[in-house]
């Protein structure tokens, strides 16, 4: 069975950190481009970090980059999410996402940023 387990959201202060994690199981996680999405209320789902299935290329949406690292432990089925400097505007539900290089693709049930003094 497939699971993608999201951690680590919460209440933060502006300017403040948050690191989440993705938990994987049921499918070979090494091969798989790993995701971080984010949802706001009433706006779309939006890519905000993606990295290759060795590490080797890593992409950021242009609202995040300088504040947030992606990361993961393929030894460990684990993709991280480092979030710095945050701001009102990253407060949204972050999904985390598996992409195959055949089409294959697995979502989390999403965790919740609220970034609010």
């Known amino acids: 069975q497939v699971q993608l387990v999201e951690s680590g959201g919460g209440l933060v202060q502006p300017g403040g950190s948050l690191r989440l994690s993705c938990a994987a199981s049921g499918f070979t996680f090494s091969m798989y481009t790993m995701s971080w999405y984010r949802q706001a209320p009433g706006k779309e789902r939006d890519l905000v970090a993606r990295?290759?299935?060795?590490?080797?290329?890593?992409n950021y949406a242009d609202s995040v980059k300088g504040r947030f690292t992606i990361s993961r432990d393929n030894a460990k089925n684990l993709v991280y999410l480092q979030m710095n400097s945050l701001k009102p505007e990253d407060t949204a539900v972050y999904y985390c996402?598996?992409?195959?290089?055949?089409?294959?693709?697995?979502w989390g049930k999403g965790i919740l940023v609220t970034v609010s003094s």
């Open positions: 990295i290759t299935s060795a590490g080797a290329a890593i």
């Open positions: 996402n598996a992409a195959a290089p055949w089409g294959m693709t697995f």
